[in-house]
Every structure is written in C-alpha cells, then in structure tokens.
C-alpha cells in the first residue's frame, strides 16, 4: 500500500465495543479527501460489515466481525491510508445530515411564536451558510441558482421577514437532504454488487503455470495474463508482449504496446498478446482502487438530459432575476420582488433529474442490471436498434463437445488430447468446451510451448515439438492454406444442425474436426419480440462463426431482422459504426474479448452476466443475470426514467409559472410563494423518487425475478 507521505495522520480510538471501533482519524479534515474511497478500501478488509463517517468530528465507526486479527487489520489500514484517497480534483457538496435539516425545520415554524428580539439573530445565523454560498456562485460563476437563493432569504431578512427566510432555508436544505439520501442509498448498493468475487489467475511457480486463487498471489510471483483479462496486480513486464488498455485507469482509451522492463498497473486489461508479469503490489488495494475508479467513473458524469435541463435552468434564473427587478420598477414593491425571487423554475428541474435518474439506476440494479450512470440510461432509452454478438447473449455461451471427427491417422482421444493441450490456457468459450471434454475422458496433457492465440481465428501451439493449429476454418484453410476439404461435406452436414465446427491440424495436415454445440437461451424467442414492443426497430446478429451455423440459429428467432456472419472483431465494430452513420442508436450486446471494439463503437454497451473482464469495463450496462429478461427490464427502466424527467420539468414549469404569475401581480405574499414553491419543488422531487423506483411491468408479477442480490 503506498503510503502519503506529506500528509501526518495521526489515529486514536475513541470508543470499542467487541464489534464496533471508533476511531478519530487526522487527515479526514483533509480537504481533499474522499470517504467514498476509504469506504470502499475499508470494506475490502476482511471481516469488515460497515463504515460511517462522522467528517465534522474526523471520525470513523466501523463495524466488524470481532475478530482480532481482522481488528488488527483495520487499524493497519487506517494507519496507512493509500494516497489515492486524497484526490486534488474533488468536488464534494457540503452534507447535510437528518438532524440539522429538522432543527432548521423546528426553528423555522416556531419562528413566528419566539420572543421578537431572538428573530434576527437567528435568522441571521441561519442564513449565513446560503448567503455566503450565493455570494461565492456569484463571484465565481455568475448569475446561478444560489444567487437566487440568496437574494430570496436576504431580502427577506432586510424586510425584517424572518419566518419567510427560515422556511426558504430550510426547504432548500430539505431538498439536498432528499438528494443526498437517495445518492447515498444507490452508491451502497453499486458498491455491493462490485465487490470482487475472488477471481482466479495463473502464475507460474516452479516453471509450471498453475491457476491460483486472485488472493493467494504474493509479491514477486510471477502472473501471466492473456488477452481480454484483466490484470490483478501492478507490476514489472518479465516475459511476453501485449497491447494494455488502460481506459479504467488513465482515461486514455489507446492501447500501449508493453515488453519487458515495462510497468503495468492492475486493472488494466490485455487487448492482445500474452504477458508475465512480476507482481510488484498485490491483492486488496490493487482490486478496491479498480472499484472506486469505476465507481467514480460511472456516477461522477452527467448525461446529455441531464446537461441539458441543467442548462436549461441555469438560463431561466436570469429571466426570473429579470421578471423580479421589473416589478420591483413598476410597483417600487420590494415585498413583490421578493415573491417573484423565491419562485424560481432551476431548483425542481435540477434536484428532480438526478434523484429519478438514480432511482431509476437503483431499480435496475434490483431486477438484475447494472446500468453505469445517467448516460447509460439517457442512451438505452433512445435505442432503436440492437445488435447481439451471437455466442453467449442469445446462446448460453456454454459450448459443449459433441461430436469428435478424426480423419485418418488418429483416434477420437488423440485428437481430442492434441487440440486441448492447444487450448488450455485461453479462456475462450471454443477453448474451455475442448478443455472439459478432454478432462472428462482423463487424457494426459500433452506439452506445449509457443502458444499464439489469434483473436477471433483459433490457435497456433507447438504440442510436443510439432505445429498444432486448432480453429475456425477461415484460419486453417485460408490463412494457413491447410488443404480442408477432405471435411467439405461432413461440416456442411453438422452446420445444418446449428452446431460449430473446429478444426485440427497438425505440421501442415488437417488431423480431424470437433462439433461444439451451444444452447439458445429458452427465452431468447420472447425475449427479442418483446423488445420490438418497447421501441427497438431492428435486431441484427453478428457472429465469427460459420455462415451455416449462424442461419440456423437465426431461423429459430422470429424477431431478428438481418445476420453476418464470418466475422473479425473490427468488422463488428465496423458494421455498429456504418448502423450509427446511418442514424441509428444502437446498443450492441456481447460477452467476450472480441466484443470490446464492438461494444465501445456502440452507443450503448450491453455486456452478459460473466463476461470477459474487458468487454465489462468497455460496457455501460452490465447484465448480472443469466436471464435476457433483464435486458427487457432495463430498457423499460430506461424508457421510464426519460419519462419522469420529462413530467418533473413540464411541471415544475408549469407551477412555478402560475405561481410566478401570481407573484408578480402581487396576489402572493413572500412566505406563500416560498411554501408554493419549495413544496411543489419537494412533491417533484418525491414523484421523481417513488416513480423511478418502481420495479418495471415486467418484473411486477415474476415474484422470483425481483430478488435482492
Ligand atoms: N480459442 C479458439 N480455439 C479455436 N478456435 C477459435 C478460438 N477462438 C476463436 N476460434 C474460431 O474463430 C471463430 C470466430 O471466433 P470469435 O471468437 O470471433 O467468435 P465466437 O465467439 O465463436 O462467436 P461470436 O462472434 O458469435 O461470439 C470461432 O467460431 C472459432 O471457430
Ligand atoms: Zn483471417
């Protein structure tokens, strides 16, 4: 763990209880700090159940499983805070807890019962933190909704009218209590669903690759990682080479070539090749800074929607600005200016959108869909078309072997053995099918060294000193000129009954082929018809598979409308760009390594529950289920959420209009148009709540499908 430096952090426990410390910890007063990410460094220590900041009092409550050695751990973790807690660039809004928000309500509506000479300092005191913050916005960004804010309470108090200021004041606080609680609430369930399963990886040990649990590995082991995985610890390149993408780290989408002697962070993500690398920093800190980064990444960005309202109601300040120095100038009135200032149309429109836009990500988590912020959503709900990469969405991406075809000089075992050793490193679903089948029939594994994975072709491995080459027929026949038609009419034959094919060859001969047979997915059918009932025009299957295979595929889904087939990785990306230009949104769906390119194309990346870990960080909506009824959910959650923005803004237009209208003939009194205002504004903000969490159609009536993850 790397530890700050500069930063003296000096920890003391204030209280303990056999399952509770808490402990007041120097550097919270940090500006920079981010407790979003100590949490979640926090919850990755073992035994570790919950974390509570108290920021004012620089203290943290954990609570725990009790254990000492657990116990021990905590306190060496906030001992050594990792320096990625503290981020230069952070913006936090002030919190706001239960407790002052109800004071301030308390103080407010006893206003008119206290003796008067308490009124003004009182609410002097209670308005300063708005006032301040006005007069800042204003300095520093200009006209904003906080000047508003500001003029509404301060000209209530030069009016002497302290009950209307306090009721501003504390409806504008409620209203950020409401915000914050909802944000709160998502943030903790997101973060629970990424919690890493323990994952497992190779190193070699003793000169022999061995699979060993992502915990296990210490410092100096040596790991080796292939393409579409992740890496799990930061390190030094000491064999192989590869393309890195470090999108999730850098933001810096274009993959790096490394070699030898090169550093690489984890999380990063092969795109291609094969590399070891001696593992420099290990376990916890490398996994949880993965999950705040992708934490951070995915809530921290506005959507176009939401920008937009945002703008929108930053313009509209000025003209209610505008519309109360007019009749301040007409009527020399300051009572009706103040009315005409409390009402404002920016706060509903911008309050309402994040809370329904988190509600709506939260509901979806519910039902099984990870979908990564506003964006995501904003997009899902403008789809029209749907691209599926075959294997694993539509299919279930559990290739089996079924038939094994040897040629000549060869029984089915040998065969068999030949191309699994081949194959026993990539994670490919053709790889794992041949892999399994060789391990039921317990064959030996053969030996193997020069292994080249060809994305989206096969493999080329030396097995016991000879040429091996294992995969689609394109890759044998025609990029390796390997003479395949000894097999012609027997692949026709298996085709016909949607299965795929692989082929085998060996120093040049082709030695046999294997039939792997994948399951559509029983919902499939349905599934893609209902999709064309919520707005979804077109549906087109892509495929690396073999044409006769995919056909027959196709022909079992009614709703499909177009399928290619043969295809490499860019070419999928490719025909997702021409359906864009052709001005279409487009959400392409995949599982695997070959998808990514396909999936960041896209405007909306649908990534299946266990997909390789690159195709789900390039993803914004990650299914956790292995059920494409969720797909339906989320884009009924989607096309719901766009709906309750589009109602929060027609009425907190509408309202505040009427009750602007009213202000300005001076029908009412400041403190009327403040309650009007604020509780239109609060009754949005709920509707927006209740309704973005409503679980979709869909889901209301399957008791089982809604549960809890
Ligand atoms: N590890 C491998 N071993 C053998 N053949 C492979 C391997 N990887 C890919 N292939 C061959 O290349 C073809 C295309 O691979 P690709 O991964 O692009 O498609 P896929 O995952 O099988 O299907 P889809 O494109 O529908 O997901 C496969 O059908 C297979 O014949
Ligand atoms: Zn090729």
């Given at each position: 763990m790397t530890v700050c430096k500069q930063r003296?952090?000096?920890?003391?426990?204030?209280?303990?209880?056999?399952?509770?410390?808490?402990?007041?910890?120097?550097?919270?007063?940090?500006?920079?700090?981010d407790p979003v990410y100590l949490e979640a460094v926090l919850l990755n220590v073992p035994g570790v159940e919950a974390v509570r900041f108290n920021l004012k009092a620089a203290c943290i409550a954990v609570r725990y499983d009790g254990n000492m050695q657990n116990r021990e751990l905590i306190l060496a973790c906030l001992e050594n805070i990792p320096h990625e807690t503290f981020q230069a660039d952070i913006?936090?809004?002030?919190?706001?807890?239960?407790?002052?928000?109800?004071?301030?309500?308390?103080?407010?509506?006893?206003?008119?019962?206290?003796?008067?000479?308490?009124?003004?300092?009182?609410?002097?005191?209670?308005?300063?933190?708005?006032l301040t913050q006005g007069i800042t916005t204003s300095l520093t960004e200009g006209i904003r909704v906080e000047t508003l804010d500001a003029a509404a309470v301060g000209f209530s108090l030069l009016r002497k009218d302290y009950f209307t200021a306090n009721i501003i004041v504390f409806l504008l606080a409620l209203g950020g209590y409401l915000e914050q609680l909802s944000?709160?609430?998502?943030?903790?369930?997101?973060?629970?669903?990424?919690?890493?399963?323990?994952?497992?990886?190779?190193?070699?040990?003793?000169?022999?690759?061995?699979?060993?649990?992502?915990?296990?590995?210490?410092?100096?082991?040596?790991?080796i990682c292939g393409s579409g995985e992740m890496i799990p610890v930061d390190g030094e390149v000491s064999g192989g080479e590869a393309l890195v993408n470090q999108s999730s780290i850098t933001g810096e989408s274009v993959p790096i070539h490394v070699q030898p002697g090169d550093e690489v962070l984890s999380g990063s993500l092969v795109s291609e090749g094969r590399i070891k690398i001696s593992a420099r920093q290990v376990g916890q800190e490398t996994t949880t800074a993965r999950i705040s980064r992708f934490l951070e990444n995915s809530l921290r960005f506005k959507s176009k929607t939401q920008k937009q309202s945002d703008i929108l109601a930053d313009k509209l300040v000025p003209v209610t600005f505008g519309l109360g120095l007019a009749s301040w100038l007409l009527t020399r009135d300051i009572r009706r200016a103040a009315s005409v200032l409390t009402v404002d149309y920016s706060c509903a429109v911008k309050l309402s959108t994040p809370v329904a836009v988190k509600?709506?990500?939260?509901?979806?988590?519910?039902?099984?869909?990870?979908?990564?912020?506003?964006?995501?959503?904003?997009?899902?709900?403008?789809?029209?078309?749907?691209?599926?990469?075959?294997?694993?969405?539509?299919?279930?991406?559990?290739?089996?072997?079924?038939?094994?075809?040897?040629?000549?000089?060869?029984?089915?075992?040998e065969l068999l053995a030949l191309a699994a050793a081949a194959e026993e490193h990539y994670a490919h679903p053709v790889a794992k099918a041949v892999v399994k089948a060789a391990r039921e029939r317990n064959l030996e594994m053969l030996s193997l060294s020069q292994v080249d994975f060809i994305v989206a072709h096969?493999?080329?491995?030396?097995?016991?000193?000879?040429?091996?080459?294992?995969?689609?027929?394109?890759?044998?026949?025609?990029?390796?000129?390997?003479?395949?038609?000894?097999?012609?009419?027997?692949?026709?034959?298996?085709?016909?009954?949607?299965?795929?094919?692989?082929y085998v060859a060996r120093g040049d001969v082709l030695e046999g082929v294997i039939a792997l047979q994948d399951e559509l997915r029983p919902e499939a059918p349905e599934v893609l018809r209902q999709l064309k009932h919520h707005g979804i025009q077109k549906i087109v299957i892509l495929?690396?598979?073999?044409?006769?295979?995919?056909?027959a595929l196709a022909a079992r889904l009614?709703?499909?409308?177009?399928?290619?087939?043969?295809?490499?990785?860019?070419?999928?990306?490719?025909?997702?760009?021409?359906?864009?230009?052709?001005?279409?949104?487009?959400?392409?769906?995949?599982?695997?390594?070959?998808?990514?390119?396909?999936?960041?194309?896209?405007?909306?990346?649908?990534?299946?529950?266990?997909?390789?870990?690159?195709?789900?960080?390039?993803?914004?909506?990650?299914?956790?289920?292995?059920?494409?009824?969720?797909?339906?959910?989320?884009?009924?959650?989607?096309d719901n959420s766009l709906e309750i923005i589009q109602n929060c803004f027609t009425s907190a237009v509408g309202f505040n209009s009427i009750f602007l209208l009213l202000a300005m003939c001076g029908v009412l009194p400041p403190a009327a148009a403040a309650l009007l205002h604020n509780m239109n504004t609060v009754g949005i903000l709920g509707y927006a709540a209740m309704a973005g969490k409503k679980p979709p159609q869909c889901f209301e009536e399957g008791e089982q499908a809604c549960t809890h993850p």
């Open positions: 003296e952090n000096r920890i003391r426990i204030l209280h303990e209880l056999p399952y509770r410390l808490r402990i007041r910890i120097s550097v919270l007063h940090d500006p920079a700090f913006h936090r809004e002030p919190v706001t807890d239960s407790l002052s928000v109800a004071i301030n309500g308390i103080l407010a509506f006893l206003t008119p019962a206290l003796p008067r000479p308490f009124r003004p300092p009182l609410s002097w005191g209670l308005a300063l933190p708005t944000e709160e609430k998502t943030n903790a369930l997101l973060r629970s669903l990424l919690r890493p399963q323990s994952e497992e990886v190779w190193v070699e040990r003793d000169g022999q690759e061995v699979k060993v649990s992502a915990d296990e590995i210490t410092i100096g082991d040596l790991v509600m709506s990500m939260f509901s979806a988590a519910h039902c099984g869909v990870l979908i990564k912020g506003s964006h995501a959503l904003d997009a899902l709900s403008r789809v029209d078309t749907l691209v599926f990469d075959k294997t694993g969405t539509l299919t279930r991406g559990i290739l089996i072997v079924t038939d094994i075809f040897p040629l000549e000089n060869m029984s089915e075992d096969g493999v080329s491995a030396y097995v016991e000193g000879e040429r091996v080459l294992v995969g689609s027929h394109h890759f044998i026949a025609e990029d390796e000129g390997i003479d395949c038609s000894a097999a012609d009419s027997l692949a026709r034959e298996i085709r016909g009954q949607g299965k795929s094919l692989l495929t690396g598979d073999h044409r006769d295979t995919a056909r009614d709703a499909v409308d177009k399928v290619h087939w043969e295809l490499k990785p860019e070419d999928k990306a490719e025909i997702v760009r021409e359906l864009r230009e052709a001005g279409h949104v487009l959400a392409f769906a995949g599982d695997g390594v070959n998808d990514a390119p396909a999936l960041v194309t896209a405007d909306v990346g649908i990534c299946m529950p266990g997909g390789a870990d690159l195709a789900r960080e390039s993803a914004q909506v990650v299914l956790l289920k292995e059920d494409l009824n969720t797909l339906v959910a989320a884009k009924e959650i989607a």
